[in-house]
């Protein structure tokens, strides 16, 4: 993450919050996981599925059949 100044063009900005919700599911156990909130379910989804394309340098084909 990087302040709004540093940031490149076209990355991902986040709302307020996602960053609090995204590091209490990394921080839980598989087994422990907490109810999740429909309000930030969507777009934490969105942040992780760019994370690991751009990571891997290719699209998730078998996510996009998924979601629809």
């Given amino acids: ?10 990355s991902v900005r986040l709302r307020p919050g996602i960053t609090v919700y995204l590091s209490g599911l ?5 087994t422990e996981l907490p109810e999740p909130d429909p309000s930030y379910s969507a777009e934490a ?3 992780a599925r760019r994370f690991v394309e751009y ?12 979601e629809g």
């Fill in 26 to 30: 990394a921080r839980s156990r598989f």
């Fill in 1 to 10: 993450m990087v302040c709004a100044d540093c940031r490149p063009e076209g």
């Fill in 55 to 66: 990571h891997l340098d290719r699209r998730l084909a078998s996510l996009a059949v998924l």
């Fill in 45 to 47: 989804m969105g942040v």
